[in-house]
């Protein structure tokens, strides 16, 4: 019996490795007739993304006319790419748009995270609160921003009027039609509208803490910090990754915001990328440097995206290792 038990065990290992082994063609291969249900779905995609991505490249390398008769383009090579990464005006957005996507990130994943802390916790009233800071999220863009901007005028606006009468300034404040607090302003009003995502996605984290750890540590005398610090964040790793990467790229899209609130002015004080690309396009009609724009806006979302699917994949990994 054990010869034959160990000729069993000896031949499936190779088999085992043959699997291993195999290539993703023949896989894929093999598994030809699942790629049939798929296959609508593909076509589509083909159509709507991989044709636009393609047609993005190829005129990201020609010049265009004023005109909008794109016939005429002609070729330049990488020339828009040089004319953008010598430009003066592509530096001051991109710093612009960092500080535009570092500070509306960061304070929106805090600002979440202490408000899913504390309607993790038992309180009456919470489910009411729970909704109500929901209300942020899906509020449309457009509305909420023609709301914060009658919010910010400087003549009628409700923020400047109660800080007159809070004795916090002795006029009100020109939020938007300053340079210097524009863009500062602007990231306030992000922050509003996605706290409440972040909030949702830890709320969703907090679910996985277990209270037996929680108990534990306690009894052995850790405090609120510690708690939180040692057990509970460890638990949130990876949803904290995911909320972060998440955040990031609508912010590096973010487009409503900024362009309904001053349009990227004053003075281009809060233009971003997504803003510059637009202006760019169908206000100057320099379509080649706008697609070069947009490839390089681009390769940032792809590599944004593949650590954000690397997130993702890396609880498989550690549950399929265990």
């Keep these: 019996m054990s010869g034959v038990t160990e000729t069993a065990i000896f031949t499936d290992r190779p088999r085992a490795g043959a699997t291993k082994r195999a290539g993703l063609l023949p896989r894929m291969w093999k598994q030809r007739a699942d790629y049939l249900y798929v296959l609508p779905a593909l076509i589509v995609m083909m159509v709507v993304i991989a044709y636009p991505i393609y047609y993005t490249i190829d005129l990201s390398l020609f010049r265009t006319p004023a005109s909008l008769q794109l016939r005429d383009k002609i070729f330049v090579g990488?020339?828009?790419?040089?004319?953008?990464?010598?430009?003066?005006?592509?530096?001051?957005?991109?710093?612009?748009?960092?500080?535009?996507?570092?500070?509306?990130?960061?304070?929106?994943?805090?600002?979440?995270?202490?408000?899913?802390?504390?309607?993790?916790?038992?309180?009456?009233?919470?489910?009411?609160?729970?909704?109500?800071?929901?209300?942020?999220?899906?509020?449309?863009?457009?509305?909420?921003?023609?709301?914060?901007?009658?919010?910010?005028?400087?003549?009628?606006?409700?923020?400047?009027?109660?800080?007159v009468q809070l004795g916090?300034?002795?006029?009100?404040?020109?939020?938007?039609?300053?340079?210097?607090?524009?863009?500062?302003?602007?990231?306030?009003?992000?922050?509003?509208?996605?706290?409440?995502?972040?909030?949702?996605?830890?709320?969703?984290?907090?679910?996985?803490?277990?209270?037996?750890?929680?108990?534990?540590?306690?009894?052995?005398?850790?405090?609120?910090?510690?708690?939180?610090?040692?057990?509970?964040?460890?638990?949130?790793?990876?949803?904290?990754?995911?909320?972060i990467l998440l955040l990031m790229v609508a912010n590096f899209n973010s487009f409503i915001i900024p362009w309904i609130m001053t349009g990227g002015g004053p003075a281009g004080s809060t233009d971003i990328w997504i803003t510059q690309i637009y202006q760019l396009a169908f206000g100057r009609q320099r379509w080649g440097v706008a697609a070069a724009y947009s490839v390089l806006l681009f390769l940032i979302m792809m590599t944004l995206g593949y650590f954000y699917v690397r997130a993702l994949t890396q609880g498989d990994k550690e549950r399929a290792g265990a």
């Design 78 to 163: 990488l020339d828009n790419y040089t004319t953008i990464l010598s430009s003066a005006s592509f530096w001051k957005v991109t710093w612009q748009t960092l500080i535009w996507t570092f500070f509306s990130t960061f304070f929106a994943f805090l600002l979440g995270l202490g408000a899913a802390l504390a309607l993790h916790r038992e309180f009456v009233g919470r489910g009411v609160l729970r909704a109500l800071l929901l209300i942020p999220w899906v509020v449309s863009a457009v509305a909420a921003s023609y709301v914060w901007k009658w919010l910010y005028h400087s003549d009628f606006g409700a923020i400047g009027a109660m800080m």
């Design 168 to 243: 916090l300034a002795d006029q009100p404040i020109n939020f938007v039609d300053n340079i210097n607090t524009a863009l500062p302003s602007l990231i306030v009003v992000n922050i509003w509208k996605e706290f409440s995502f972040a909030m949702i996605m830890l709320m969703a984290g907090l679910q996985t803490v277990p209270e037996q750890l929680l108990r534990a540590a306690k009894v052995d005398g850790a405090n609120a910090w510690q708690r939180f610090w040692h057990v509970t964040f460890p638990h949130l790793a990876g949803v904290s990754t995911v909320t």
